[in-house]
Every structure is written in C-alpha cells, then in structure tokens.
C-alpha cells in the first residue's frame, strides 16, 4: 500500500496537486484524509522520496518540494532486489553462469581497468515472473567473495558495505531502447524484436576504484525512470 500511496504522491505533486503556492506538501493528517489510509502508511510512502531528494523535511515548517539544479538529477543508487521490494514485489534470481573470465569485451575491460574479470549473469524475478536479465563483471577480488555467498537472494550493494568494507561512492548509469534478440525473449517469455530498456552502469568506490560493471534489460513495463528539469536561467 504505502508504494502505491507513494506513487500516488509522485504523481500528482507532478500535476501540481498536494502541495501550496511555496512547494509545502500536505501535513501527514491531511495526508492520510486525502488518500484515506494510516498515518504509518504516509510516512512509509514519504521516507523514500525525501531520501531520492524530491522533498526535504525542514523542521518546525513541514516538507518542501525541492527544485532540481539545472541539468543535474542525483537519484537514490539501488540494486535490483531493493528496487522491486521497494516496488511491492518479491526479487529473486535464476543464474545462468558465473565463474573468472578473459574473453569480455574492450568496455569491460576498459571500465574495470583489468585483464580478467569474474561474471554474474542472471535472470531476474519479481513474484516469480521473469522481468530483467543482469550481467555483471567485478574485479576478481570482489568476484571470488561473492562466489561463496546466495547470489539468488543477495543484496548486492548491502554487501558490498556490511559485509566486504566497500565504500560506494557514486554510479554512472546509461539507459537506452533496445529490441529483444532470440536469447533474451526466450528468457524473458517475450517475441524476438519485442522493445526493451537497455541499462548500463559502472558503479565506483572510494578514489575511483571500479567495484561493478552491470549491463542489464528490463521489461519496460515494470519500470519507469522520471527525471525532473528546469531550464537554466
């Protein structure tokens, strides 16, 4: 409920609904009038948008939409499995290889900076339907950690902070329209030439170390990216 209440808000506040002349959104009380839910399930459908920064909580005043610098969107970096949680669905994997390789391409090499890379390719799930097929390349320290754990149920990134000691600094993140080859609809259970969304993104640590290169397509109709602009004045 409270993901559905939080595109609800996403939504309208696009529209210029929920909040006053100075960007203020509802209080929590008018909040859960509007929608007619519990006072929790508004909070929970907020937090996520004041942590992406679409709102800031100013104390003692409410939450205030924010205005996005001209020509820069910072988004909130997640893995897959927190995406579709965050979604409302239940993530899950099917491996389709894994294991050190030589034989990536000159962006992988380029990107991760090394001569032999470990690889994670995977099917992902939500509720059990396949919807995204993954590809990840790692440095073969990182690589050779994560061969001993769950890479059907594991949250990567959490990870890679709580578990390895690595500091994410920031993503790098592509995204394009593709069309589906043989391969990919075979495991996707769609028609060859059917439309995709194609990402990549090189996920960075402290000084600039590659920690992951991900490529990845999705089922367009699970995801939706929105970006926020304003004209430079």
Known sequence: M?????????????????VDAEGR?????????HFGVSR?????AIRPLVE????ARERGRGTFLQSNKPENWVGRLMGFSETIRDAGFEPGARILHMGMTKTHDAGVRDAL??????????????????IAIEHAFYPPDIGLELENRDLVSIVMYRVFEQELGLEIKEAS????????????????????????LAMERLTTG????????????????????????????
């Open 2 to 18: 409270h993901s559905q209440i939080r595109e609800a808000i996403r939504s309208q506040v696009r529209e210029g609904k929920l």
């Open 25 to 33: 959104l509802m209080t929590e009380a008018e909040l859960v009038k």
């Open 40 to 44: 929790i399930t508004i909070r929970n």
């Open 52 to 55: 992406e920064g679409m709102f």
């Open 113 to 130: 900076r090394e001569r032999a890379v470990w690889e994670l390719k995977r099917v992902r799930l939500a509720d059990q339907t396949p």
């Open 173 to 196: 993140q592509s995204i394009s329209a593709t069309l589906a080859n043989e391969t990919n609809a075979a495991l996707l259970g769609v028609e060859p030439g059917s439309p995709l």
């Open 206 to 233: 402290l000084e600039g170390r590659p920690l992951e290169l991900l490529r990845s397509v999705y089922l367009p109709e699970y995801f939706r990216f929105s970006i926020n602009l304003t004209r430079r004045p």
